[in-house]
């Protein structure tokens, strides 16, 4: 889009201005919640362990070469792990390399995805072993409805694959087996065709799907086994599991019902306003995480909290422009619209065959005018105290700000700690929200 484009669409005779500018916005209140705070200390000598079981360390031979995935999503300490994995099994005497596994994130290119991985901290230097990123693919099954499963080439090629990943409840589905191992290889060790090939039926069969490949490449590739995490509700490591190719199935719903009792929640419900202040890859698959800020974009997950409107006032740097889930917010910012790298969101919603997740909100100037379109809208439908919270992403909600109408329901809850009185929302000069 040409810079006289970007610059010819921002309120240039001061109508909106004039409409909105002087709608007065509430005091809010920075809150506390208790989550779910339980932290792995040690984690290279967790992996070591889990690692080191004869479960595990029985199918590593010397010599072997053995692929190590790396999935798009900002999970806690990734580099961390990898790098404790790939030193293991260096000490078992294979020789491992990493690769990106993901589907058509990082531009749907093998460089992009490449450098997304980097992005994590995940480079050749500190985790001490290749990374080999390629879009390149072979068939390993047949579904038996005739669809091709495969799986990435470098992958195909070594002795052995090591899956690493998270189990967390996924965003747009639900079944025995959300984001994990098997959503791993049905998407993520089947690159960009795979991942194509899983979602052309909607997320409406995505449950079944996620299965159906996920099993044929656990039978028809050399799955040694699948380091397993678990966060805590701060996105913090809380554990590591390994388990064989035997266990995956049997274990990992398991891991899911965890997971889920341990995830971060908003402790509100029935809000007018969510002011999110960033999002991004980094924090969601879907740029937030609707299971925290329920903007769920599909028919075929739902949770609460319900929100009437929703502000979203910039991307993340990790991002990398990647606007996806902007579609999921009413209003936004022209800082969020002059970064949206277009050409990286828009393959996701298309694979995913979910277009909302991009669409463009309506688009104010500064924060506050986002702000105050929100409020405007709101109290002319009648709501005369707007129940108003405000988020730095989805992936940090232990702190977070109510507006002086909840604040009363915030004092009846033992999990809630009041740590400021109320406060009139601060802006720098340009308007941004400080």
């Known amino acids: 889009m040409s810079t006289n484009l970007r610059e010819s669409v921002w309120d240039r005779n001061g109508v909106v201005q004039r409409m909105i500018g002087g709608t007065p916005l509430p005091r809010m209140v920075k809150v506390r919640q208790k989550l ?39 999970i806690a300490n990734i580099a961390l792990i990898i790098r404790e994995t790939v030193a293991a ?3 078992l005497g294979a020789k491992p390399f990493v690769f990106p596994a993901m589907g058509s994130h990082g531009g749907g290119t093998a460089e992009g995805q490449r450098e997304m991985i980097e992005g994590f901290g995940v480079t050749e230097e500190y985790v001490g072993a290749p990374i080999k990123a390629s879009m390149e693919v072979v068939q390993v099954a047949t579904l038996e409805d005739g669809r091709p499963v495969y799986i990435d080439k470098y992958a195909s090629e070594a002795d052995g694959i090591v899956l690493v990943g998270r189990i967390k409840a996924h965003t747009a589905f639900r079944g025995p087996y959300e984001s994990g191992m098997l959503k791993m290889m049905a998407i993520g060790v ?27 490449i656990l039978k028809n590739a050399n799955i040694l086994f699948g380091l397993s995490i678990i966060e805590n509700a701060h996105d913090e490591t809380n554990r ?31 809000l ?17 995480d609707p299971n925290i800020t329920g903007s769920y974009c599909t028919e075929f997950a739902s ?4 929100v009437e409107e929703y502000v979203v006032l910039n991307l993340s ?8 889930g902007i579609g999921m917010a009413n209003y936004t910012t022209r800082k969020v619209f002059d970064q949206a790298d277009f050409d990286a969101g828009y393959p996701n919603a298309l694979t995913a065959r979910v277009a909302i997740t991009v669409r463009m909100p309506m688009v104010l100037k500064t924060d506050r005018l ?35 109408s909840m604040l009363d329901e915030a004092k009846k809850n033992p999990d809630i700690e009041i740590l400021e009185d109320p406060k009139e929302m601060e802006f720098d000069a340009e308007g941004n929200l400080l």
């Open 36 to 74: 779910n705070d339980d932290v792995l200390e040690d984690i290279p000598g967790e992996i070591k362990k889990q690692i080191n079981q004869q479960k595990i360390a029985g199918t590593i031979k010397p010599g072997m070469t053995v692929a190590v995935t790396c999935g798009s999503r900002g």
């Open 89 to 91: 099994l260096k000490e």
């Open 190 to 216: 089947a690159k960009h065709q795979g991942a194509e090939a899983c979602h052309s039926q909607g997320f409406r069969k995505m449950a079944e799907n996620v299965v159906a490949y996920g099993m044929a």
């Open 240 to 270: 590591i599991i390994a388990l064989t190719p035997e266990e995956i199935p049997e274990e990992e719903p398991k891991l899911l019902k965890e997971a889920k009792e341990k995830m971060a929640r908003i402790f509100f419900d029935k």
């Open 272 to 288: 007018d306003i969510m002011v999110v202040d960033e999002i991004g890859k980094n924090h969601s698959g879907d740029g937030m």
């Open 303 to 306: 949770g609460p909290p319900r």
């Open 317 to 324: 740097e990790a991002t990398h422009g990647n606007c996806i």
């Open 370 to 404: 986002a702000i105050q379109a929100a409020m405007y809208v709101r109290t002319g439908n009648g709501v005369d105290n707007p129940r108003v919270l405000r988020i730095r992403n989805s992936s940090h909600v232990d702190e977070i700000w109510i507006s002086e």
